[in-house]
């Protein structure tokens, strides 16, 4: 297994001492059912679109070794995030970045991002990243990454992917405009044209 609990991931972490970040493994099912909870109360306090998922689609996620969460020293998780794999492996999509309410504002978003990022470019090396969000904070933290702003044409045009925005409470604007434009924002990383494209150190 895949782990991100080394002194570069923790070394900023002031949640508690001991943070780690790891892929998340079947140890970690007893969790989801709290993960699709906190997803769902976020997406309505903040008033924004985010697709919903279900908690059997988070519990694959995890047992097919692509989804990131972060632990407190006694068990209970902090951050989650997921990745999905589209057009044969040329993209792959970051979803569901979420902290726990009594841990935000601590760096575990971005512990979390980071571990998944360099878990995509392990298992993908080749591939070009991708990541739709209204969230400032979300884009602040592609941007960190090397992920830049995009138009949804240079996104992948597989519809199963699209058709997962359609528990979006915004998904009426996706539709309205043939699918160019929404309130979310499209960010890419291209490891082609990238300044820091080696994955080397990081599997």
């Not at 209970?76 to 999905?84: N, S, V």
């Not at 470019?121 to 602040?140: D, E, H, W, Y």
């Amino acid at each position: 297994m895949i782990a991100f609990s080394d002194s570069r991931i923790n070394e900023n972490a002031t949640v508690a001492s001991g943070l780690t970040v790891v892929v998340a493994s079947d140890a970690h099912l007893i969790h989801v059912e709290s993960i699709c909870r906190t997803i769902a109360e976020s997406a309505h306090a903040r008033g924004t679109g985010i697709a919903g998922r279900s908690p059997a689609y988070l519990r694959q996620k995890i047992q097919d070794g692509r989804a990131i969460i972060a632990l407190l020293p006694d068990g209970q998780w902090a951050g989650f995030a997921y990745l999905d794999v589209w057009e044969n492996g040329q993209y792959i999509s970051h979803s569901g970045l979420i902290v726990a309410p009594d841990f935000r504002r601590h760096g575990v978003a971005q512990h979390t991002k980071r571990a998944l990022f360099d878990l995509s470019r392990c298992l993908f090396p080749n591939a070009k990243l991708f990541s739709i969000t209204t969230g400032q904070a979300v884009m602040n933290l592609n941007s960190q990454l090397g992920f830049r702003p995009v138009a949804f044409s240079e996104l992948p045009q597989d519809e199963r992917f699209w058709n997962q925005c359609s528990s979006c409470q915004n998904c009426d604007i996706l539709a309205r405009t043939d699918r160019k434009y929404c309130l979310c924002t499209g960010m890419l990383y291209d490891p082609a044209t990238a300044s820091n494209p080696r994955v080397d150190g990081l599997c």
